[in-house]
Protein backbone atom coordinates (compact mmCIF):
# COMPACT_ATOMS: atom_id res chain seq x y z
CA UNK A 1 0.00 0.00 0.00
CA UNK A 2 1.38 3.60 -1.25
CA UNK A 3 1.23 5.87 2.27
CA UNK A 4 -0.26 8.92 2.08
CA UNK A 5 1.66 12.31 2.99
CA UNK A 6 2.39 12.17 6.64
CA UNK A 7 0.61 14.52 9.01
CA UNK A 8 2.01 18.40 8.17
CA UNK A 9 1.44 20.04 11.54
CA UNK A 10 2.05 24.02 9.72
CA UNK A 11 -0.72 25.31 8.61
CA UNK A 12 -3.66 23.88 10.96
CA UNK A 13 -6.07 26.43 12.34
CA UNK A 14 -5.45 27.26 16.27
CA UNK A 15 -8.55 26.25 18.53
CA UNK A 16 -8.76 29.61 20.50
CA UNK A 17 -8.60 31.81 17.52
CA UNK A 18 -11.20 29.86 15.66
CA UNK A 19 -13.55 30.07 18.83
CA UNK A 20 -13.04 33.49 18.79
CA UNK A 21 -13.76 34.42 15.02
CA UNK A 22 -16.32 31.71 15.04
CA UNK A 23 -18.54 33.26 17.50
CA UNK A 24 -18.18 36.49 15.96
CA UNK A 25 -19.25 35.38 12.45
CA UNK A 26 -21.66 33.75 13.93
CA UNK A 27 -23.01 36.55 15.65
CA UNK A 28 -22.73 38.64 12.50
CA UNK A 29 -23.93 36.66 10.25
CA UNK A 30 -26.88 34.80 12.27
CA UNK A 31 -29.87 36.49 10.07
CA UNK A 32 -28.47 35.68 6.73
CA UNK A 33 -28.06 32.16 7.62
CA UNK A 34 -31.68 31.71 8.27
CA UNK A 35 -32.64 33.67 5.36
CA UNK A 36 -30.59 31.46 3.10
CA UNK A 37 -32.62 28.67 4.68
CA UNK A 38 -35.73 30.17 3.74
CA UNK A 39 -35.03 31.10 0.66
CA UNK A 40 -34.63 26.75 -0.62
CA UNK A 41 -37.91 26.43 2.02
CA UNK A 42 -39.96 28.66 0.17
CA UNK A 43 -38.62 28.21 -3.07
CA UNK A 44 -39.62 31.57 -4.82
CA UNK A 45 -36.58 33.71 -5.58
CA UNK A 46 -34.81 33.25 -8.32
CA UNK A 47 -32.08 34.52 -10.40
CA UNK A 48 -34.01 36.56 -12.87
CA UNK A 49 -36.42 37.54 -9.78
CA UNK A 50 -33.26 39.55 -8.16
CA UNK A 51 -32.60 41.39 -11.38
CA UNK A 52 -35.94 42.55 -11.50
CA UNK A 53 -35.67 43.76 -7.93
CA UNK A 54 -32.26 45.41 -8.63
CA UNK A 55 -33.66 47.41 -11.78
CA UNK A 56 -36.28 48.54 -9.21
CA UNK A 57 -33.80 49.08 -6.65
CA UNK A 58 -31.01 50.64 -8.47
CA UNK A 59 -32.24 51.43 -11.97
CA UNK A 60 -29.33 53.76 -12.20
CA UNK A 61 -25.77 51.79 -10.97
CA UNK A 62 -24.24 50.11 -12.91
CA UNK A 63 -24.46 46.35 -13.13
CA UNK A 64 -22.72 45.73 -15.95
CA UNK A 65 -18.55 47.12 -16.93
CA UNK A 66 -17.04 46.05 -20.25
CA UNK A 67 -14.13 47.97 -22.23
CA UNK A 68 -15.89 51.00 -23.16
CA UNK A 69 -19.73 49.92 -22.23
CA UNK A 70 -21.52 50.33 -18.96
CA UNK A 71 -25.13 49.47 -18.15
CA UNK A 72 -26.80 50.23 -15.55
CA UNK A 73 -29.43 48.06 -14.03
CA UNK A 74 -32.14 49.12 -15.58
CA UNK A 75 -30.90 49.06 -18.83
CA UNK A 76 -29.00 45.53 -18.54
CA UNK A 77 -32.90 44.19 -17.15
CA UNK A 78 -34.41 45.90 -20.59
CA UNK A 79 -32.16 44.06 -22.75
CA UNK A 80 -32.34 41.15 -21.08
CA UNK A 81 -36.44 41.47 -21.09
CA UNK A 82 -36.44 41.99 -25.33
CA UNK A 83 -34.20 38.54 -24.81
CA UNK A 84 -36.55 36.78 -22.92
CA UNK A 85 -39.72 38.10 -25.13
CA UNK A 86 -38.42 37.00 -28.48
CA UNK A 87 -37.84 33.27 -26.83
CA UNK A 88 -41.33 33.33 -25.51
CA UNK A 89 -42.15 34.13 -29.14
CA UNK A 90 -40.63 30.81 -30.08
CA UNK A 91 -42.54 28.87 -27.29
CA UNK A 92 -39.47 28.19 -25.44
CA UNK A 93 -40.67 26.93 -21.90
CA UNK A 94 -39.49 26.22 -18.34
CA UNK A 95 -37.74 23.02 -18.35
CA UNK A 96 -36.97 23.81 -22.16
CA UNK A 97 -32.70 24.11 -22.87
CA UNK A 98 -30.96 26.68 -25.02
CA UNK A 99 -27.33 25.86 -26.18
CA UNK A 100 -25.02 28.77 -25.74
CA UNK A 101 -21.52 28.74 -26.79
CA UNK A 102 -20.13 32.57 -26.59
CA UNK A 103 -16.92 33.75 -25.12
CA UNK A 104 -17.26 36.45 -22.05
CA UNK A 105 -18.84 39.56 -23.28
CA UNK A 106 -22.22 41.07 -22.10
CA UNK A 107 -24.32 39.25 -24.79
CA UNK A 108 -23.90 36.19 -23.15
CA UNK A 109 -25.00 37.68 -20.08
CA UNK A 110 -28.16 38.74 -22.02
CA UNK A 111 -28.40 35.27 -23.10
CA UNK A 112 -27.91 33.44 -20.04
CA UNK A 113 -30.06 35.99 -17.36
CA UNK A 114 -33.28 35.75 -20.17
CA UNK A 115 -33.16 32.23 -19.98
CA UNK A 116 -33.28 32.30 -16.68
CA UNK A 117 -36.07 34.54 -16.46
CA UNK A 118 -38.20 31.91 -18.47
CA UNK A 119 -36.80 28.71 -16.31
CA UNK A 120 -34.87 27.76 -19.86
CA UNK A 121 -31.34 25.96 -18.62
CA UNK A 122 -28.65 27.41 -20.53
CA UNK A 123 -26.27 24.77 -21.36
CA UNK A 124 -23.05 26.80 -20.98
CA UNK A 125 -20.95 24.82 -23.58
CA UNK A 126 -16.82 25.55 -23.02
CA UNK A 127 -15.74 27.37 -25.51
CA UNK A 128 -12.20 25.72 -26.08
CA UNK A 129 -13.80 22.59 -27.03
CA UNK A 130 -12.74 21.08 -30.48
CA UNK A 131 -14.31 18.68 -32.63
CA UNK A 132 -15.25 15.38 -30.70
CA UNK A 133 -15.71 16.74 -27.28
CA UNK A 134 -17.45 20.24 -28.62
CA UNK A 135 -19.96 17.31 -30.63
CA UNK A 136 -20.50 15.48 -27.72
CA UNK A 137 -21.12 18.66 -25.31
CA UNK A 138 -23.53 19.46 -27.64
CA UNK A 139 -25.62 16.61 -28.23
CA UNK A 140 -25.44 15.78 -24.73
CA UNK A 141 -28.33 18.02 -23.88
CA UNK A 142 -31.49 18.84 -26.32
CA UNK A 143 -31.57 22.29 -27.13
CA UNK A 144 -34.48 24.24 -28.40
CA UNK A 145 -32.43 27.42 -29.44
CA UNK A 146 -28.43 27.61 -30.39
CA UNK A 147 -26.75 30.63 -30.26
CA UNK A 148 -23.39 30.97 -31.01
CA UNK A 149 -21.21 34.07 -30.81
CA UNK A 150 -19.00 35.36 -34.02
CA UNK A 151 -15.84 34.22 -31.98
CA UNK A 152 -16.53 30.69 -31.81
CA UNK A 153 -18.61 29.98 -34.91
CA UNK A 154 -15.65 28.34 -37.11
CA UNK A 155 -14.81 26.07 -34.30
CA UNK A 156 -19.00 25.31 -34.42
CA UNK A 157 -19.04 25.13 -38.53
CA UNK A 158 -16.65 22.57 -38.64
CA UNK A 159 -18.69 19.94 -36.84
CA UNK A 160 -22.26 21.60 -37.40
CA UNK A 161 -22.91 18.16 -39.80
CA UNK A 162 -22.27 16.07 -36.51
CA UNK A 163 -24.45 17.84 -34.01
CA UNK A 164 -28.12 16.82 -33.68
CA UNK A 165 -30.44 19.72 -34.63
CA UNK A 166 -33.26 18.36 -34.79
CA UNK A 167 -34.44 20.00 -31.70
CA UNK A 168 -33.34 23.01 -32.35
CA UNK A 169 -36.32 25.68 -33.49
CA UNK A 170 -33.69 28.59 -34.03
CA UNK A 171 -30.29 28.97 -34.68
CA UNK A 172 -28.88 32.51 -33.79
CA UNK A 173 -25.43 34.67 -34.24
CA UNK A 174 -24.32 37.17 -32.50
CA UNK A 175 -21.66 39.73 -33.44
CA UNK A 176 -18.74 40.16 -32.40
CA UNK A 177 -16.11 42.14 -34.88
CA UNK A 178 -18.48 42.51 -37.40
CA UNK A 179 -16.38 40.92 -39.77
CA UNK A 180 -18.32 37.63 -40.57
CA UNK A 181 -21.17 37.78 -42.77
CA UNK A 182 -24.41 36.23 -41.15
CA UNK A 183 -24.50 32.49 -41.82
CA UNK A 184 -26.88 30.74 -43.59
CA UNK A 185 -29.87 29.90 -41.48
CA UNK A 186 -28.97 31.73 -38.60
CA UNK A 187 -30.68 34.99 -37.60
CA UNK A 188 -29.40 37.69 -36.09
CA UNK A 189 -30.17 37.65 -32.59
CA UNK A 190 -29.55 40.88 -31.44
CA UNK A 191 -30.96 42.81 -34.24
CA UNK A 192 -33.98 40.36 -33.93
CA UNK A 193 -35.37 41.22 -30.45
CA UNK A 194 -34.68 45.09 -30.54
CA UNK A 195 -38.26 44.86 -31.97
CA UNK A 196 -39.52 43.26 -29.04
CA UNK A 197 -41.02 44.69 -25.23
CA UNK A 198 -38.60 45.61 -22.79
CA UNK A 199 -41.29 44.86 -20.11
CA UNK A 200 -40.62 41.68 -17.96
CA UNK A 201 -41.88 38.87 -19.23
CA UNK A 202 -44.86 37.29 -17.22
CA UNK A 203 -42.63 34.48 -16.79
CA UNK A 204 -39.94 34.89 -14.09
CA UNK A 205 -42.40 34.49 -10.90
CA UNK A 206 -42.79 30.99 -12.23
CA UNK A 207 -39.18 29.94 -12.07
CA UNK A 208 -38.94 28.35 -8.04
CA UNK A 209 -35.33 28.55 -6.49
CA UNK A 210 -35.11 24.36 -6.87
CA UNK A 211 -34.89 24.97 -10.89
CA UNK A 212 -31.90 23.87 -13.08
CA UNK A 213 -30.82 27.29 -14.09
CA UNK A 214 -27.69 25.93 -16.16
CA UNK A 215 -25.47 22.92 -17.31
CA UNK A 216 -21.96 23.00 -16.59
CA UNK A 217 -19.36 20.99 -18.28
CA UNK A 218 -17.10 18.98 -16.22
CA UNK A 219 -14.21 16.42 -17.19
CA UNK A 220 -15.88 12.83 -17.54
CA UNK A 221 -13.87 9.63 -16.82
CA UNK A 222 -14.46 8.28 -20.51
CA UNK A 223 -12.79 11.20 -21.45
CA UNK A 224 -15.77 13.35 -22.39
CA UNK A 225 -17.85 15.96 -20.84
CA UNK A 226 -20.67 15.57 -17.86
CA UNK A 227 -23.18 18.30 -17.67
CA UNK A 228 -23.42 18.40 -14.31
CA UNK A 229 -26.51 20.57 -13.13
CA UNK A 230 -26.53 24.10 -11.04
CA UNK A 231 -29.85 25.08 -9.56
CA UNK A 232 -31.01 28.84 -9.08
CA UNK A 233 -30.53 28.01 -5.43
CA UNK A 234 -27.03 26.98 -5.51
CA UNK A 235 -25.70 30.38 -7.64
CA UNK A 236 -28.05 32.54 -4.90
CA UNK A 237 -26.93 30.82 -1.85
CA UNK A 238 -23.40 31.08 -3.29
CA UNK A 239 -23.52 34.51 -4.13
CA UNK A 240 -25.04 35.05 0.01
CA UNK A 241 -22.25 33.33 1.40
CA UNK A 242 -19.11 34.96 -1.19
CA UNK A 243 -21.00 38.27 -1.46
CA UNK A 244 -21.87 38.84 2.28
CA UNK A 245 -19.91 36.63 4.62
CA UNK A 246 -16.94 36.91 2.91
CA UNK A 247 -16.67 40.16 0.87
CA UNK A 248 -19.26 42.52 2.69
CA UNK A 249 -20.46 44.01 -1.04
CA UNK A 250 -22.72 46.97 -1.11
CA UNK A 251 -24.31 48.32 -4.45
CA UNK A 252 -21.29 50.55 -4.14
CA UNK A 253 -18.80 47.52 -5.21
CA UNK A 254 -17.49 46.25 -8.50
CA UNK A 255 -16.34 42.64 -8.82
CA UNK A 256 -13.75 41.98 -11.65
CA UNK A 257 -13.68 38.77 -13.23
CA UNK A 258 -11.56 37.98 -16.03
CA UNK A 259 -12.82 34.10 -15.97
CA UNK A 260 -14.92 32.38 -18.53
CA UNK A 261 -18.43 31.93 -17.63
CA UNK A 262 -18.79 28.23 -18.65
CA UNK A 263 -17.14 27.48 -15.52
CA UNK A 264 -18.51 27.11 -12.21
CA UNK A 265 -16.11 29.54 -10.40
CA UNK A 266 -17.14 33.17 -12.10
CA UNK A 267 -20.97 31.39 -12.86
CA UNK A 268 -21.71 30.38 -9.30
CA UNK A 269 -19.52 32.63 -6.94
CA UNK A 270 -17.94 35.47 -8.64
CA UNK A 271 -20.62 37.04 -10.75
CA UNK A 272 -23.34 36.20 -7.75
CA UNK A 273 -21.68 37.40 -5.13
CA UNK A 274 -21.68 41.30 -6.94
CA UNK A 275 -24.97 40.80 -8.64
CA UNK A 276 -27.23 39.60 -5.68
CA UNK A 277 -26.23 42.96 -4.06
CA UNK A 278 -27.01 45.07 -6.21
CA UNK A 279 -23.13 45.62 -7.43
CA UNK A 280 -21.40 46.25 -10.60
CA UNK A 281 -19.70 43.15 -12.51
CA UNK A 282 -16.27 44.54 -14.39
CA UNK A 283 -16.14 41.49 -17.01
CA UNK A 284 -13.34 41.18 -19.12
CA UNK A 285 -12.85 38.16 -22.63
CA UNK A 286 -10.36 36.72 -20.91
CA UNK A 287 -7.36 37.15 -18.06
CA UNK A 288 -4.45 39.51 -19.37
CA UNK A 289 -1.54 39.11 -16.90
CA UNK A 290 -0.72 43.04 -18.42
CA UNK A 291 -3.99 44.76 -18.25
CA UNK A 292 -5.27 43.08 -15.26
CA UNK A 293 -4.34 45.86 -12.56
CA UNK A 294 -4.66 48.45 -15.62
CA UNK A 295 -8.49 47.08 -15.60
CA UNK A 296 -8.68 47.20 -11.87
CA UNK A 297 -8.10 50.57 -11.71
CA UNK A 298 -10.22 51.68 -14.59
CA UNK A 299 -13.50 49.87 -13.03
CA UNK A 300 -12.40 50.58 -9.55
CA UNK A 301 -13.12 46.90 -9.11
CA UNK A 302 -12.87 46.40 -5.45
CA UNK A 303 -13.03 42.91 -5.34
CA UNK A 304 -11.51 39.77 -8.14
CA UNK A 305 -12.36 36.74 -8.75
CA UNK A 306 -9.39 33.95 -9.60
CA UNK A 307 -8.07 30.69 -10.07
CA UNK A 308 -4.61 29.73 -9.02
CA UNK A 309 -3.24 30.38 -12.09
CA UNK A 310 -4.16 34.23 -11.93
CA UNK A 311 -2.44 34.91 -8.90
CA UNK A 312 0.95 33.10 -10.14
CA UNK A 313 0.84 34.82 -12.98
CA UNK A 314 0.93 38.45 -11.43
CA UNK A 315 3.25 37.37 -8.70
CA UNK A 316 5.65 36.22 -11.90
CA UNK A 317 5.84 39.76 -12.60
CA UNK A 318 8.18 42.05 -12.12
CA UNK A 319 7.30 44.13 -8.77
CA UNK A 320 6.28 47.31 -9.46
CA UNK A 321 6.17 50.46 -6.96
CA UNK A 322 2.01 51.15 -7.35
CA UNK A 323 2.09 47.25 -6.68
CA UNK A 324 -0.15 47.95 -3.89
CA UNK A 325 -2.13 51.00 -4.98
CA UNK A 326 -5.14 49.41 -5.80
CA UNK A 327 -9.06 49.37 -5.08
CA UNK A 328 -8.88 45.73 -4.40
CA UNK A 329 -10.28 44.61 -0.39
CA UNK A 330 -11.63 41.05 -1.27
CA UNK A 331 -10.44 38.47 -3.33
CA UNK A 332 -12.63 35.34 -3.94
CA UNK A 333 -11.72 32.09 -5.76
CA UNK A 334 -9.63 29.06 -5.45
CA UNK A 335 -6.55 27.08 -5.96
CA UNK A 336 -3.91 30.03 -4.39
CA UNK A 337 -1.26 27.80 -3.67
CA UNK A 338 0.07 27.78 0.56
CA UNK A 339 3.74 28.64 -1.13
CA UNK A 340 2.86 32.16 -2.39
CA UNK A 341 -0.26 33.25 -0.12
CA UNK A 342 1.31 35.26 1.89
CA UNK A 343 3.46 36.86 -0.30
CA UNK A 344 0.45 37.55 -2.97
CA UNK A 345 -1.58 39.02 0.24
CA UNK A 346 1.45 41.35 1.19
CA UNK A 347 2.41 42.39 -2.31
CA UNK A 348 -0.80 44.02 -3.38
CA UNK A 349 -2.19 44.52 0.11
CA UNK A 350 -5.42 42.81 -0.21
CA UNK A 351 -6.95 42.25 3.44
CA UNK A 352 -9.02 39.59 2.56
CA UNK A 353 -8.74 35.97 0.97
CA UNK A 354 -11.81 34.51 0.38
CA UNK A 355 -9.88 31.12 -0.87
CA UNK A 356 -13.10 27.93 -1.63
CA UNK A 357 -13.10 25.00 -2.46
CA UNK A 358 -16.07 22.98 -3.88
CA UNK A 359 -17.38 21.80 -7.61
CA UNK A 360 -19.67 22.90 -10.47
CA UNK A 361 -21.78 19.50 -9.80
CA UNK A 362 -20.87 18.73 -5.73
CA UNK A 363 -23.17 19.23 -3.12
CA UNK A 364 -20.67 20.66 -0.32
CA UNK A 365 -18.00 23.18 -0.12
CA UNK A 366 -14.98 25.23 1.97
CA UNK A 367 -15.04 29.12 2.24
CA UNK A 368 -12.62 30.94 3.78
CA UNK A 369 -15.36 32.86 6.02
CA UNK A 370 -13.23 33.53 8.88
CA UNK A 371 -10.08 34.59 6.87
CA UNK A 372 -7.48 32.41 8.13
CA UNK A 373 -4.23 32.15 5.88
CA UNK A 374 -3.02 28.97 3.45
CA UNK A 375 -6.89 27.06 3.73
CA UNK A 376 -9.75 26.54 1.56
CA UNK A 377 -11.71 27.40 4.74
CA UNK A 378 -14.80 26.44 7.02
CA UNK A 379 -17.45 23.73 6.15
CA UNK A 380 -20.57 23.58 7.68
CA UNK A 381 -22.00 20.85 6.21
CA UNK A 382 -21.49 16.84 6.39
CA UNK A 383 -18.34 15.85 5.09
CA UNK A 384 -15.13 13.28 5.63
CA UNK A 385 -12.11 13.26 4.49
CA UNK A 386 -10.66 9.49 4.64
CA UNK A 387 -7.85 7.23 4.43
CA UNK A 388 -6.93 6.74 1.03
CA UNK A 389 -4.98 3.76 -0.90
CA UNK A 390 -2.93 6.16 -3.97
CA UNK A 391 -1.64 2.34 -4.98
CA UNK A 392 -4.74 0.83 -5.23
CA UNK A 393 -6.67 3.88 -6.21
CA UNK A 394 -9.53 3.44 -3.39
CA UNK A 395 -10.24 4.38 0.15
CA UNK A 396 -9.57 2.03 2.79
CA UNK A 397 -11.91 0.44 4.65
CA UNK A 398 -11.33 -1.65 8.06
CA UNK A 399 -12.25 -5.28 9.09
CA UNK A 400 -16.10 -4.18 9.16
CA UNK A 401 -16.31 -2.44 5.69
CA UNK A 402 -16.08 1.20 6.79
CA UNK A 403 -14.08 3.77 5.71
CA UNK A 404 -11.82 5.68 8.71
CA UNK A 405 -11.22 9.45 9.10
CA UNK A 406 -8.11 10.75 9.03
CA UNK A 407 -6.26 12.79 12.05
CA UNK A 408 -5.38 16.17 12.25
CA UNK A 409 -2.96 17.58 9.80
CA UNK A 410 -3.41 14.09 7.68
CA UNK A 411 -4.46 13.53 4.03
CA UNK A 412 -6.83 12.11 2.72
CA UNK A 413 -10.31 11.38 0.31
CA UNK A 414 -12.87 14.30 0.65
CA UNK A 415 -16.49 13.49 0.72
CA UNK A 416 -19.50 15.11 1.18
CA UNK A 417 -22.71 13.25 2.63
CA UNK A 418 -25.78 13.19 0.63
CA UNK A 419 -28.89 13.46 2.51
CA UNK A 420 -32.27 15.31 1.87
CA UNK A 421 -31.37 18.79 2.82
CA UNK A 422 -28.06 18.47 0.56
CA UNK A 423 -28.70 15.73 -1.89
CA UNK A 424 -25.95 15.41 -4.81
CA UNK A 425 -28.22 16.21 -7.94
CA UNK A 426 -25.33 14.88 -10.20
CA UNK A 427 -25.46 15.01 -13.58
CA UNK A 428 -27.63 14.68 -16.48
CA UNK A 429 -26.73 10.79 -16.75
CA UNK A 430 -28.14 8.73 -14.01
CA UNK A 431 -25.12 6.63 -14.75
CA UNK A 432 -22.45 9.07 -14.30
CA UNK A 433 -24.61 10.33 -11.36
CA UNK A 434 -24.13 6.86 -9.57
CA UNK A 435 -20.72 6.58 -10.05
CA UNK A 436 -19.42 9.25 -8.14
CA UNK A 437 -21.18 7.83 -4.89
CA UNK A 438 -19.96 5.47 -2.22
CA UNK A 439 -22.25 3.98 0.04
CA UNK A 440 -22.39 2.18 3.47
CA UNK A 441 -19.36 4.71 4.23
CA UNK A 442 -19.61 4.51 8.08
CA UNK A 443 -22.83 3.29 8.51
CA UNK A 444 -25.49 0.93 6.19
CA UNK A 445 -27.58 2.51 4.15
CA UNK A 446 -25.58 6.26 4.48
CA UNK A 447 -24.44 8.07 0.90
CA UNK A 448 -21.27 10.13 0.12
CA UNK A 449 -20.48 11.87 -3.21
CA UNK A 450 -17.09 11.51 -3.25
CA UNK A 451 -14.84 14.85 -4.66
CA UNK A 452 -12.29 12.85 -6.15
CA UNK A 453 -9.92 15.28 -4.25
CA UNK A 454 -6.82 14.74 -1.80
CA UNK A 455 -7.18 17.34 1.16
CA UNK A 456 -5.78 17.83 4.67
CA UNK A 457 -7.45 17.98 7.88
CA UNK A 458 -6.38 21.12 9.36
CA UNK A 459 -8.69 21.05 12.36
CA UNK A 460 -11.68 23.00 13.55
CA UNK A 461 -13.61 22.32 9.85
CA UNK A 462 -11.07 23.68 7.68
CA UNK A 463 -9.40 21.61 5.42
CA UNK A 464 -6.68 22.42 3.03
CA UNK A 465 -6.16 21.35 -1.21
CA UNK A 466 -3.39 19.12 -1.84
CA UNK A 467 -4.07 17.07 -5.23
CA UNK A 468 -6.75 15.80 -7.62
CA UNK A 469 -7.12 11.80 -8.06
CA UNK A 470 -8.11 9.32 -10.73
CA UNK A 471 -8.45 10.34 -14.46
CA UNK A 472 -8.71 14.21 -14.01
CA UNK A 473 -5.71 16.97 -12.80
CA UNK A 474 -5.99 20.27 -13.01
CA UNK A 475 -3.88 22.45 -15.25
CA UNK A 476 -4.37 26.42 -16.16
CA UNK A 477 -7.29 26.81 -14.25
CA UNK A 478 -8.98 23.90 -15.88
CA UNK A 479 -9.85 19.92 -15.37
CA UNK A 480 -8.35 17.71 -17.54
CA UNK A 481 -9.44 14.54 -18.68
CA UNK A 482 -6.87 12.02 -18.96
CA UNK A 483 -9.18 9.78 -21.30
CA UNK A 484 -9.75 12.27 -23.69
CA UNK A 485 -6.01 12.80 -23.88
CA UNK A 486 -5.39 9.19 -24.17
CA UNK A 487 -8.61 8.51 -26.84
CA UNK A 488 -6.82 11.22 -28.79
CA UNK A 489 -3.12 9.58 -28.86
CA UNK A 490 -4.32 6.30 -28.71
CA UNK A 491 -5.91 6.38 -32.91
CA UNK A 492 -2.50 7.96 -33.66
CA UNK A 493 -1.38 4.91 -36.33
CA UNK A 494 2.37 5.32 -34.83
CA UNK A 495 1.12 4.88 -31.01
CA UNK A 496 -0.06 1.67 -30.04
CA UNK A 497 -0.62 2.60 -25.95
CA UNK A 498 -0.79 5.66 -24.09
CA UNK A 499 -1.26 6.97 -20.36
CA UNK A 500 -1.52 10.63 -19.43
CA UNK A 501 -1.25 11.89 -16.04
CA UNK A 502 -0.25 15.05 -14.47
CA UNK A 503 3.15 16.02 -12.87
CA UNK A 504 3.95 18.74 -10.97
CA UNK A 505 6.40 21.79 -11.85
CA UNK A 506 8.35 23.64 -9.18
CA UNK A 507 6.04 26.86 -8.00
CA UNK A 508 3.72 26.28 -10.44
CA UNK A 509 0.13 25.88 -9.91
CA UNK A 510 -1.94 22.27 -10.40
CA UNK A 511 -0.19 19.74 -12.39
CA UNK A 512 1.25 19.81 -16.45
CA UNK A 513 -0.06 16.91 -18.84
CA UNK A 514 2.16 13.76 -19.46
CA UNK A 515 1.47 11.38 -21.67
CA UNK A 516 3.71 7.88 -21.46
CA UNK A 517 3.70 6.61 -24.84
CA UNK A 518 4.36 2.85 -26.47
CA UNK A 519 4.80 3.26 -30.24
CA UNK A 520 4.52 0.79 -32.52
CA UNK A 521 7.21 2.50 -34.63
CA UNK A 522 10.86 3.70 -33.20
CA UNK A 523 11.36 7.01 -31.66
CA UNK A 524 13.59 8.40 -34.75
CA UNK A 525 10.68 7.74 -37.35
CA UNK A 526 8.07 9.47 -35.27
CA UNK A 527 6.00 12.31 -36.66
CA UNK A 528 6.00 14.97 -33.86
CA UNK A 529 5.01 17.60 -36.19
CA UNK A 530 1.82 15.69 -37.02
CA UNK A 531 1.23 14.62 -33.46
CA UNK A 532 0.99 18.40 -32.62
CA UNK A 533 -1.59 18.97 -35.25
CA UNK A 534 -3.80 16.17 -33.76
CA UNK A 535 -3.72 18.05 -30.99
CA UNK A 536 -4.29 21.34 -31.73
CA UNK A 537 -7.09 20.14 -33.91
CA UNK A 538 -9.05 18.05 -31.39
CA UNK A 539 -8.25 19.18 -27.89
CA UNK A 540 -8.31 22.62 -25.70
CA UNK A 541 -4.83 24.71 -25.69
CA UNK A 542 -4.99 23.57 -21.71
CA UNK A 543 -5.28 20.17 -22.33
CA UNK A 544 -2.17 19.07 -25.07
CA UNK A 545 0.52 17.32 -22.97
CA UNK A 546 3.63 19.40 -22.26
CA UNK A 547 5.70 16.32 -21.77
CA UNK A 548 6.08 12.93 -23.48
CA UNK A 549 7.85 9.82 -22.15
CA UNK A 550 8.32 6.92 -24.84
CA UNK A 551 8.14 3.75 -22.75
CA UNK A 552 8.66 -0.30 -24.55
CA UNK A 553 5.09 -1.06 -22.46
CA UNK A 554 3.18 0.59 -19.45
CA UNK A 555 2.08 -1.55 -16.38
CA UNK A 556 -1.49 -2.33 -15.71
CA UNK A 557 -3.32 -3.40 -12.36
CA UNK A 558 -5.26 -6.67 -12.12
CA UNK A 559 -8.02 -5.17 -13.56
CA UNK A 560 -6.58 -3.90 -16.47
CA UNK A 561 -6.26 -0.04 -15.61
CA UNK A 562 -3.39 1.54 -16.27
CA UNK A 563 -0.79 2.27 -13.14
CA UNK A 564 0.36 6.27 -13.15
CA UNK A 565 1.23 6.61 -9.61
CA UNK A 566 4.84 5.56 -10.34
CA UNK A 567 4.64 7.15 -13.29
CA UNK A 568 3.66 10.69 -11.84
CA UNK A 569 6.34 10.32 -9.10
CA UNK A 570 9.12 9.68 -11.28
CA UNK A 571 7.61 12.66 -13.22
CA UNK A 572 10.47 14.37 -16.25
CA UNK A 573 13.77 14.12 -15.13
CA UNK A 574 16.00 12.65 -17.35
CA UNK A 575 18.93 12.17 -14.72
CA UNK A 576 16.30 9.13 -13.14
CA UNK A 577 14.89 8.21 -16.24
CA UNK A 578 16.05 6.31 -19.00
CA UNK A 579 13.58 6.48 -21.22
CA UNK A 580 13.25 9.09 -24.36
CA UNK A 581 11.95 12.27 -23.11
CA UNK A 582 10.65 14.99 -24.84
CA UNK A 583 8.85 18.49 -23.92
CA UNK A 584 6.88 21.29 -25.42
CA UNK A 585 8.20 24.85 -23.82
CA UNK A 586 6.18 27.76 -23.15
CA UNK A 587 5.30 29.12 -26.76
CA UNK A 588 6.66 27.00 -29.09
CA UNK A 589 4.51 24.75 -31.15
CA UNK A 590 6.70 21.41 -31.22
CA UNK A 591 8.61 19.12 -29.36
CA UNK A 592 11.95 19.08 -28.56
CA UNK A 593 14.09 16.49 -26.36
CA UNK A 594 13.95 16.99 -22.88
CA UNK A 595 17.93 17.78 -22.25
CA UNK A 596 19.60 17.89 -18.22
CA UNK A 597 19.64 21.55 -19.35
CA UNK A 598 16.48 21.88 -20.12
CA UNK A 599 15.67 20.17 -16.92
CA UNK A 600 17.05 22.35 -14.79
CA UNK A 601 15.90 25.47 -15.99
CA UNK A 602 12.76 24.17 -15.89
CA UNK A 603 13.50 23.57 -11.61
CA UNK A 604 14.93 27.23 -11.53
CA UNK A 605 11.90 28.37 -13.23
CA UNK A 606 13.27 29.76 -16.27
CA UNK A 607 10.06 29.06 -18.34
CA UNK A 608 7.11 30.58 -17.58
CA UNK A 609 4.45 27.75 -17.84
Known amino acids: MLEMAKADKSNL ?18 ELIQEIGKIFEENKISWGSILEQNAQKYPNNPAIKFEDTILTYKEFNDKVNQYANYFISL ?41 KTLVYSLNLTPGKIVVIGEECFNAFNKIK ?21 LPD ?19 TIDVKTSDVIAYIFTSGTTGLPKAALLTHYRVIAAGSVFGRMIADFSSDDTMYIPLPFFHGTALMTGWPSIFIYGGALALARKFSVSLFWEDVRKFNATGFNYV ?19 PVRVVIGNGLRPEIWLDFKKRFKIPFIGEFYGSSEGNGAFANVLNFDCTCGYSAGGYAIVRYDLEEDKPIRNTRGFMRKVRRGEVGLALFESTETSKFRGYTDKNATEAKLYHNVFKEGDEWFNSGDLMRNQGCSHAQFVDRLGDTFRWKGHNVSTTEIEQILNIFDQISMSSVYGVKIPLVDGRAGMAAI ?32 FKSDLSIT ?40 IYKNIQNQKYNF
Request: with cysteine; glycine share 4%; hydrophobic share 35%.
Open 558 to 597: YTFKLKKGKLKEEGFDPQHIEDTLYVMLPNESEYIPMTKD
Open 161 to 181: SDVNLSDAKQLCFINDSGDMN
Open 91 to 131: GLKRGDVVKVLIKNRIELLLVYTANAKIGVISSMINTDLRK
Open 13 to 30: INVEEFNKRFQEWVKNHA
Open 308 to 326: GEICRYLMNQPSKPDDSNN
Open 185 to 203: EFIDLPQTVMDFPVENPPT
Open 518 to 549: VLSSIVNEFDFKELARLFNDNLAPYAIPIFLR
